[in-house]
T-cell receptor, first 115, second 115 residues
């Protein structure tokens, strides 16, 4: 089945460590790609998005993501995390087969940053 | 303030007792959608609506109904709730067209428990 895969559901790291969260999808064709973040007790917010152009996209709060088409991946990175980055992170894919109507979400990465 | 408002935020009910979760947005968005979030499963789309009187099933529509009589409102109806519908529900909206492509604005969530 076509899907969005996020690995390492639970990630625990110390402040100032680097973070990389993997996202792989299995849809062919054109895709729009997103990372959403959900801070504890809050709703989802857009972290960054990729539609076209430069495959390295920068989002809010120092996050960036790289689209590698050949690997069907859109990994999220942050060089130095802070305690306030503790949250759940969701990768989402809008494949062209869905038109502009639907997003497929990954299962999420629960990230805990220890002060 | 641009927002998506859901009510109730928390609800405990019993099996078979009909309930409605309301969703309202003040951004004049054409597209609205309902998701449920379950631990380890991420977000799964229940229903979406492209415009007034236009709705379609998402990935997990069983046991739910929706209606879109007005542009701003998109209620989620559980005619006969069952315990497997215990979940955290999110409503979201966005503009249609490329500029709004799946950049969703989420509500704060409604936590539903069915006993």
């Amino acid at each position: 089945a076509q899907s969005v895969s996020q690995h390492n559901h639970h990630v625990i790291l110390s402040e100032a460590a680097s973070l990389e969260l993997g996202c792989n999808y299995s849809y062919g064709g054109t895709v729009n790609l997103f990372w959403y973040v959900q801070y504890p007790g809050q709703h989802l917010q857009l972290l960054l998005k990729y539609f076209s152009g430069d495959p390295l996209v920068k989002g809010i709060k120092g996050f960036e993501a790289e689209f590698i088409k050949s690997k069907f991946s859109f990994n999220l990175r942050k060089p130095s995390v802070q305690w306030s980055d503790t949250a759940e992170y969701f990768c989402a894919v809008n494949p062209s087969i869905y038109g502009n109507n639907r997003l497929a979400f990954g299962k999420g990465n629960q990230v805990v940053v220890i002060p | 303030e641009a927002q998506v408002t859901q009510n109730p935020r928390y609800l405990i009910t019993v099996t078979g007792k009909k309930l409605t979760v309301t969703c309202s947005q003040n951004m004049n968005h054409e597209y609205m959608s309902w998701y449920r979030q379950d631990p380890g499963l991420g977000l799964r789309q229940i229903y979406y609506s492209m415009n007034v009187e236009v709705t379609d099933k998402g990935d997990v529509p069983e046991g739910y109904k929706v209606s879109r009589k007005e542009k701003r409102n998109f209620p989620l109806i559980l005619e006969s709730p069952s315990p497997n519908q215990t979940s955290l529900y999110f409503c979201a909206s966005r503009e249609t067209g490329f500029t709004g492509a799946n950049v969703l604005t989420f509500g704060a969530g409604s936590r539903l428990t069915v006993l």
